[in-house]
């Protein structure tokens, strides 16, 4: 079956402008979570979405991150005035939570952010 | 501080040989996971172990999980040029539902 999917695969922007980020998370996964990777770097928490639950946002770096999620669906994270800083690849994964947390996560691809 | 940490950082390697992996973590957890991640992109699941449970195998992977010294292991037999990857961690605490990951290692596999 179809994985999760992410929107755009790149995306270069000017400091300073908003980009939007999409993910499609695998048909029925309850779970889905936002990660952010550097170069070089490990993969750095940013927001986590758990069926209608309030989102774990614990690890958005400023307010100009945001992200939504309706129902089980669709998310897409939000970069407003985007920073050199803010370049990087921009993970989501979903996963079909069992209420155990013993779920494994299937990641999509990335977004590969550039600020110029 | 960092609740997962690889080590080595890169690990290189002869087609054949075995490759060991270790994680260091800092809290109890509900389980660990590895991973496998290429060219900077998506990750791919590789075993999950339980806290309860000590090793765990799956084809050419062995993990083992050790909660007294808050450590696993990650054995890849006979390796090959395709296993070149970076390998990393996550752990589920106890207290939480967040998979946090640690920073890998980068493993090559000359042929």
């Known amino acids: 079956g179809a994985g999760v999917s992410q929107s755009p695969s790149n995306k270069v922007t000017e400091k300073g402008k908003d980009v939007e980020l999409r993910c499609d998370p695998i048909s029925g996964h309850t779970a889905l979570y936002w990660y952010r990777q550097r170069l070089g770097q490990g993969l750095e928490f940013l927001i986590y979405?758990?069926?209608?639950?309030?989102?774990?946002k614990s690890g958005l770096p400023s307010d100009r991150f945001s992200a939504e999620r309706t129902g089980e669906s669709v998310s897409t994270l939000t970069i407003q005035r985007t920073q050199q800083e803010d370049s990087a690849v921009y993970l989501c994964?979903?996963?079909?939570?069992?209420?155990?947390?013993?779920?494994?996560?299937?990641f999509g691809n990335g977004t590969r952010l550039t600020v110029t | 501080s960092q609740q997962g940490e690889e080590d080595p950082q890169a690990l290189s390697i002869q087609e054949g040989e075995n490759a060991t992996m270790n994680c260091s973590y800092k809290t109890s957890i509900n389980n660990l996971q590895w991973y496998r991640q290429n060219s900077g992109r998506g990750l791919v699941h590789l075993i999950l172990i339980r806290s309860n449970e000590r090793e765990k195998h799956s084809g050419r992977l062995r993990v083992t999980l050790d909660t007294s010294k808050k450590s696993s292991s990650l054995l890849i037999t006979a390796s090959r040029a395709a296993d070149t990857a970076s390998y990393c961690c996550?752990?589920?605490?106890?207290?939480?539902?967040?998979?946090?990951f640690g920073e890998g290692t980068q493993l090559t596999v000359n042929p």
């Open positions: 994964a979903s996963s079909l939570l069992t209420g155990s947390y013993n779920s494994p996560l299937h």
């Open positions: 996550a752990t589920v605490k106890t207290s939480g539902s967040r998979l946090t």
């Open positions: 979405f758990q069926g209608n639950s309030a989102p774990d």
